[in-house]
């Protein structure tokens, strides 16, 4: 297929990018490169970059594309923070401009990675088809994306959205300031796994190169099982407490487990059912948590990963952007 991914640069997108190369896609990223340039491979044949924003980018890029994967975002909460009116220009309307003109020039596929953070708190296992919670401006405006996108789906429009568990692995692009991610770097360093307050929340995990698999299988899946559909990416298995997890952590590095507390008691616990991805698309993922974990311990050990690079903390990359002038 061409596909186009926006926001191809990114954590999710510079594995998503490689994997579909590799499953001999033509790729089109568009991206405002936040996170730098280096994220993506130096030289393809089948692999374009266009350095722009969503919100400008000519139509003109979607000639000959056959599907689109939508991943340009402000991606979590903090940083969407920063500045809410940005935050909705680019993660709801900006997304949304991509899904019209995708269909107004004719791409047959459409596919919005959102975040299960819709559901918020909610003391019962929540799926598909519980009510919603967004509770910052990141996921209230992934929200409004997701209904006004859907309603662009038609025969011709195949939509699917998917609301991804909190992503972990290594990336090129790295995040250390996820879960599992963080608790990993924080023990290499200090031999100490930073936990947050109070532990006992749940959290749904995925393996970034489990939802880039699952992004792709979508893209390539029977119309009639895909379109106008929301799925919840992860599995029942990876819904974690988080004290438990670090003990997993731990348990990947394979020294003693010892912990620091941080922040203030986290009000955003929630366990999510995934078995729709399970019983129509035969998603299973591969990773788990002390998988992921393990892998990027030894990274950090072979130093294929840099702990101190500023931009692996998402919010603090963006300050900095802000302060040396960029337009967000
Ligand atoms: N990482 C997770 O745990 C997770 C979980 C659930 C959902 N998501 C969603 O998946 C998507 C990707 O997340 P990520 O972790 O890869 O984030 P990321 O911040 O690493 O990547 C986002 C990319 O989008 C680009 N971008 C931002 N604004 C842009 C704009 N206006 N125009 C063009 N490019 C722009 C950035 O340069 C960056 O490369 C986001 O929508 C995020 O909300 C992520």
């Known amino acids: 297929m061409n596909l186009l991914i926006t926001g191809g640069a990114g954590y999710i997108g510079s594995v998503l990018v490689r994997m579909a190369l590799e499953q001999d896609h033509k790729v089109t990223v568009v991206d405002r490169l936040f996170f730098g340039r ?68 004719g791409v047959k596929r459409y596919l919005l990675p959102s975040s299960c953070s819709a559901y918020g708190f909610q003391d019962d296992v929540v799926d598909e088809t519980s009510d919603i919670n967004p509770l910052t401006t990141y996921a209230k405006a992934n929200v409004k994306a997701e209904e006004d996108i859907i309603d662009l789906a038609d025969n011709n429009f195949c939509v699917t959205i998917i609301r991804q568990a909190t992503v972990y692995g290594l990336s090129k692009r790295m995040r250390f300031d996820l879960a599992i991610n963080g608790m990993t770097k924080g023990f290499f360093q200090n031999r100490k796994i930073p936990i947050l307050k109070d532990g006992k929340q749940w959290r749904p995990m995925v393996h970034v190169k489990d939802t880039a698999r699952a992004q792709l299988m979508i893209l390539e899946a029977p119309i009639d099982k895909v379109n106008k559909q929301l799925f919840n990416v992860g599995s029942n298995e990876q819904n974690y407490q988080i004290f438990p997890m670090a003990e997993m952590v731990a348990k990947a590095a394979g020294i003693p487990f010892e912990y620091e507390w941080y922040g203030q008691p986290d009000h955003r616990s929630y366990k999510v059912d995934f078995n729709k991805i399970k019983t129509v698309l035969g998603f299973k993922p591969e990773y788990d948590a002390e998988k992921g974990a393990k892998e990027i311990w030894d990274a950090l050990k072979n130093k294929g990963t840099d702990p101190d690079d500023p931009r692996t903390i998402t919010l603090n990359q963006y300050k900095k952007l802000l302060a040396d002038g960029v337009e967000i």
Do not use: C, Y
């Open 38 to 105: 280096e994220t993506l491979p130096e030289e393809d044949k089948n692999l374009k970059i266009i350095k722009e924003d969503i919100r400008s980018v000519s139509k003109e890029i979607f000639k000959g594309i056959d599907g689109v994967i939508d991943l340009a975002a402000i991606s979590n909460d903090p940083a969407g923070e920063l500045d809410p009116t940005k935050t909705w220009s680019i993660n709801h309307l900006g997304r949304l401009r991509i899904a019209v003109l995708a269909k107004n020039m």
